[in-house]
């Protein structure tokens, strides 16, 4: 009788250990989703309203509570941002209509192709870096 009020609590306090492992790692996962936030919070609250140049170039990029927009070498363009963590999504991008030199214009609808194509952010003390399937876009601080 002794015996088996034994195995029966051993095998009680088992199982409970187990329930315990999983709410561990349920808080483990919850905490890191948390965490994630938080820093994607810290890293848009430093950019946020910061105009950035993309090197070698006059097109600029400021990132403003889920907006982009900035000027792309003839037009000021526009559009939606969502960041969480690194990945970055960009839509329903738009422009002025103003006509320039043609290697400008050029230069400005390449630049809005490889916008659309972004899907990472790197976020550094004075720069931004897009990435996405062409080369990396980046930006430095004014």
């Given at each position: 009788?002794?015996?088996?009020?034994?195995?029966?609590?051993?095998?009680?306090?088992?199982?409970?250990?187990?329930?315990?492992?999983e709410?561990?790692?349920?808080?483990?996962?919850?905490?890191?989703?948390?965490?994630?936030?938080?820093?994607?919070?810290?890293?848009?609250?430093?950019?946020?309203?910061?105009?950035?140049?993309?090197?070698?170039?006059?097109?600029?990029?400021?990132?403003?509570?889920?907006?982009?927009?900035?000027?792309?070498?003839?037009?000021?363009?526009?559009?939606?941002?969502?960041?969480?963590?690194?990945?970055?999504?960009?839509?329903?991008?738009?422009?002025?209509?103003?006509?320039?030199?043609?290697?400008?214009?050029?230069?400005?609808?390449?630049?809005?192709?490889k916008?659309?194509?972004?899907?990472?952010?790197?976020?550094?003390?004075?720069?931004?870096?897009?990435?996405?399937?062409?080369?990396?876009?980046?930006?430095?601080?004014?």
């Amino acid at each position: 009788m002794k015996k088996s009020l034994l195995m029966i609590t051993l095998i009680g306090a088992l199982l409970s250990g187990c329930t315990a492992l999983e709410k561990t790692s349920e808080t483990t996962d919850k905490v890191s989703t948390i965490s994630k936030t938080a820093q994607t919070m810290l890293d848009m609250n430093s950019i946020k309203g910061v105009e950035y140049t993309l090197e070698g170039s006059d097109i600029t990029v400021v990132f403003d509570s889920g907006k982009i927009y900035g000027f792309s070498g003839v037009n000021r363009y526009f559009g939606v941002v969502e960041i969480e963590g690194d990945k970055v999504t960009i839509d329903n991008v738009a422009s002025t209509m103003m006509a320039g030199e043609t290697a400008k214009m050029e230069s400005e609808a390449e630049y809005l192709k490889k916008l659309a194509n972004v899907n990472k952010i790197v976020i550094e003390e004075n720069s931004i870096s897009l990435l996405g399937n062409d080369k990396p876009l980046k930006f430095i601080k004014k």
